[in-house]
């Protein structure tokens, strides 16, 4: 008995030590997993995120690049210049977290660079300053838009004839005194303006008597004048609108408009439909082909096309 | 020491499987400087509507090209087309946005049926 008992007891150590073995064994092989797991884990992160990431092609306007957000800002400028709807370009601003002063920025440094050098660029940064100073943001882009030009108000006025004395009866004919009144030519009868389309041709001339005018011809598909028309100049701030007919000795679908200086207008038919605007004209000197300067005009055509 | 081996084997396959599905799946790289192309599709829509709004405005049809350009499309005209005619068929805008879309495809010479009766009203 006591061999067996003797026997026993390294039996029973043998046994304790494996398992102990065994457990400080499985512990190991659970740490080893985890620093696998986690070198693994770190490894596929790292080639995940900095070597090969996922390019997200859904993005939003707030993640735009710089140069892709100023993009973004002219257009949604232009666009308030097409529509005017300051809440349409507000959202549109929201979506790109942007702020009403980088529109006034991004204005401002476009008008330092080159894209101040064409008639679009300046469009662009135009509308761009228009719709930061919708909410009161001015910065440097704003002295870049000049000041509206007073409109030619230069337009005659017709003088009340004066009183003249009854001369004293006589026998030989007198000649009025004073102001002689003539009848105005009487003016146009409106007719309802044709609805349709018409094609627009804009050419440009130098001459010193027509310096900075604007000659409108509205025709009908023969090239006949149309007289009454109603057409619409801009200068993306204010409109005005004038009649053809008004010189019917000239054509009568004439009418004819002097721009002031510095400033872009397009020309449009009023209540034309389907008809385009001009492109964006401005009275810049020129040379005249006989000598001298003057600032340019232009003859723009409204043909209405046969439908 | 086989097993040590082996459990580092599976615990690295298993993290790096983790790694990717978190990475590319679940946390994808935020991208902060992205470019126009890479704008979700209704921001894409709405950028041509804007491009073609500024089209009436500026009547340049070189830099409206230019700016559709930035969109990524293969060909910025079909382009304006697509988008035309998708507003029309589905109703997705407002009319005026349409007459913009209308307008800009017509004068890049993409002008189809289904555009007619929103041409003879012209760009709002």
Known sequence: ?307 | MRRLLLALVVGLLLGGLFGLLLGWIAFPVQLIDSPVQNLADPFKDDYTVMVAMAYQVDKDLKYAENRLRLLGVGNVFTHVRDVAERYISQSVSSEENIRYLVALSCDMGYCTPPMQSFRVGGAP
Not at chain 1, 64 to 83: F, G, M, N, P, V
């Open chain 1, 1 to 307: 008995m006591s061999i067996s008992a003797t026997q026993n007891t390294p039996k029973r150590k043998d046994s304790e030590g494996h398992a102990e073995h065994t457990r400080s064994g499985g512990t190991l092989v659970i740490i080893t997993l985890m620093i696998g797991l986690l070198i693994g884990m770190g490894a596929s992160l790292f080639y995940t995120w900095r070597v090969s990431p996922r390019v997200l092609t859904d993005t939003r306007p707030d993640q735009l690049s710089t140069t892709a957000r100023i993009d973004y800002l002219i257009a949604l400028s232009l666009a308030y210049a097409a529509d005017q709807r300051l809440e349409a370009a507000a959202s549109r601003l929201s979506d790109m977290n942007a702020s009403w002063q980088e529109i006034a920025d991004a204005a401002c440094d476009l008008s330092r660079g080159g894209y101040a050098s064409t008639n679009t660029g300046q469009l662009a940064i135009r509308a761009m300053v228009r719709l930061a100073e919708s909410q009161g943001v001015r910065n440097c882009a704003s002295s870049f838009i000049p000041a509206p030009t007073a409109l030619p108000t230069d337009i005659p006025t017709e003088q009340p004839p004066t009183a003249t004395r009854v001369p004293p009866p006589t026998k030989t004919a007198v000649p009025t005194l004073g102001v002689t009144y003539t009848p105005e030519p009487e003016l146009p009868t409106p007719t309802p303006v044709p609805v349709g389309e018409y094609a627009v041709n804009v050419i440009s001339f130098c001459d010193p008597n027509a310096s900075g005018v604007l000659e409108i011809f509205v025709q009908a598909p023969d090239s006949a004048g149309l007289p009454a028309v109603a057409v619409e100049i801009s200068d993306g701030i204010n409109r005005d609108t004038i009649y053809t007919g008004l010189k019917p000795d000239r054509d009568p679908g004439y009418v004819d408009y002097e721009m002031g200086e510095d400033t872009e207008y397009t020309v449009g038919l009023r209540d034309a439909r389907a008809t385009e605007r001009t492109r964006p004209l401005s009275a810049i000197a020129c040379n005249v082909p006989n000598g001298g300067t003057a600032r340019a005009g232009f003859r723009i055509f409204f043909k209405r096309v046969l439908e």
